[in-house]
């Protein structure tokens, strides 16, 4: 073992030379500064939009309603040009997915990164300086586009640069970071409300502005992955790239297996028509489900909208906003719970254990809200206002240890080498699709369905743990390469998909011998926030 670094240890039992050098700690603050971003504008657009001077600013129909009091809370912001200003940035995002794997396949991960960095800043600078709608959509849309190459860029690029011991902590480190922006960003709203003259809504827009900066310069000073070097044929750099940064001479048995794993990837033709085959329908039916149901939850309504459905609650601004900000803690720290827990416990016991958690919850808020709706009073009883809030922590603690990193995690462990890229991408565009249409739909819906809004998504809590207790297998522990024996071939109706010719045999074959190999090179797999390898056969 190195003096000062450590040796890594591939499931092969090969040993590669690295050290942590100045180059992955950077690597390290880039992980963080891509997860802030998104985290970030997540949570950034929910205190905004409750802000008065916003309203007033830009949604003068939404400020009267608001103003006036009219006959029913639920509806006072049910508006669709109000629901754009969130929703328009996942729209963007799923759009740029598809530019940015070109770009980081072609071009490489650090100019993606660039662009996305680039995307950022104009987004908040047009954002933080908006005088009308038009400004504000268009700022949220370029912000959408930086989420897209972001997302796309930064997970691979860790994942590359990263000696492998250090690998999935750096992308669970990402998804982790995605809730502290979340937090950070509530944080900043309760600030910002405060100022008086009506402003702050440009500084927690323009503040997006900090972490922009950072990733740009990040991606000007970090140097290109040996992956993407060899992947575009420059192996000489590549390697010279590679000793660099594992800080060693000795970097020959990993450039050989990174030209063999690159040679690999190149040699699957038609990564998605591969996942239409039966043999790979049981790993696409749950990845797409994991991403429907992950949204379904009703989570990000609760992060978008929690300040906003607060004072729909009768909460006063102040007291929406640090609720929210107490919700978006609840977030963090149990996603690290889930962190420590996913390996133990495994992907089920969590998932139906959250089943029960969610629904109760769901379901005391609908009945709370019901009652008070009886009651014709306008605002919570103070010791039900608290419950809610307890409610709501105890909703967002169980999607944050399950749902929330399993969605991801589960798609990235379970897709077959030959399809993993491209079920990769499939995951994240049905994520961002869905994260698009609830952004765009709940405060209608609040609208209509009142209160029943949360027994609408307890009932889908309902269906999703049933779909989890018969269709989900565990997936605990499981090498990548023994999926298809240990896993799908012991399951009651996924091991009828399995056994339908000698071409299943093949490619188990095929993934045993050579997942390890890329394993190593491209880490696709247990990454925690499912982006990393969408980029190589788009
Ligand atoms: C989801 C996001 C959500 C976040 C909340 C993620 O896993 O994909 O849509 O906003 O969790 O922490």
Sequence with gaps: MPAGGFSTAPATGVEF??????????????????????GYDVGVSGGVTSMPSFLKKFFPVVHRRIEEGGDSNYCKY???????????????????????????????????????????????????????????????????CGVGFANQAVPLFLSEIAPTRIRGGLNILFQLNV??????????????????????????????????????????????????????GRLEEGKAILRRIRGTEN????????VEASRIAKEVKHPFRNLLKRRNQPQLI?????????????????????????????????????????????????????????????????????????FISQVVIAVILGIKVKDDTNNLHNALAIVVVVMVCTFVSSFAWSWGPLGWLIPSETFPLETRSAGQSITVCVNLLFTFAIAQAFLSMLCHFKFGIFLFFSGWVLVMSVFVLFLLPETKNIPIEEMTERVWKQHWLWKRFMDDNDEGQNHHRYAKETVKPLEKAKN???????????SYQL
Excluded: H
């Design 17 to 38: 030379e690295a050290k942590i050098t100045p180059i992955v700690i950077i690597s390290c603050i880039m992980a963080a500064t891509g997860g802030l971003m998104f």
């Design 251 to 258: 970097v020959e048995p990993e450039f050989l297996e990174l």
């Design 179 to 232: 809730t502290i922006g979340i937090l950070f960003a509530s944080l900043i709203n309760y600030g910002t409300a405060k100022i008086k003259d009506g402003w702050g809504w440009r500084l927690s827009l323009g503040l997006a502005g900090v972490p922009a900066g950072l990733l740009t310069i990040g991606a000007l000073l970090v140097v290109e992955t040996p992956n993407s070097l060899i992947e575009r």
């Design 286 to 358: 749950i990845a797409v489900a994991l991403q429907v149901f992950q949204q379904l939850t009703g989570i990000n309504a609760i992060m978008f909208y929690a300040p906003v459905l607060f004072n729909t609650l009768g909460f006063k601004n102040d007291a929406a906003l640090y609720s929210a900000v107490i919700t978006g803690a609840v977030n963090v720290v149990s996603t690290v719970v889930s962190i420590y827990s996913v390996d133990k416990l495994g992907r089920r016991i969590l998932l139906l254990e959250a089943g029960v958690q969610m």
């Design 524 to 534: 696709g797999t247990s990454n925690g926030n499912g982006f990393n390898s969408v």
């Design 78 to 144: 049910d508006n669709q040009g109000l629901q754009l200003f969130t929703s328009s940035l996942y729209l963007a995002g799923l759009t740029a997915t598809f530019f940015a794997s070109y770009t980081t396949r072609r071009l490489g991960r650090r100019p993606t990164m660039l662009i996305a960095g680039i995307f950022f800043i104009l987004g908040t600078a047009l954002n933080a300086a908006a005088q009308n709608i038009e400004m504000l959509i268009i700022g949220r849309i370029l912000l959408g």
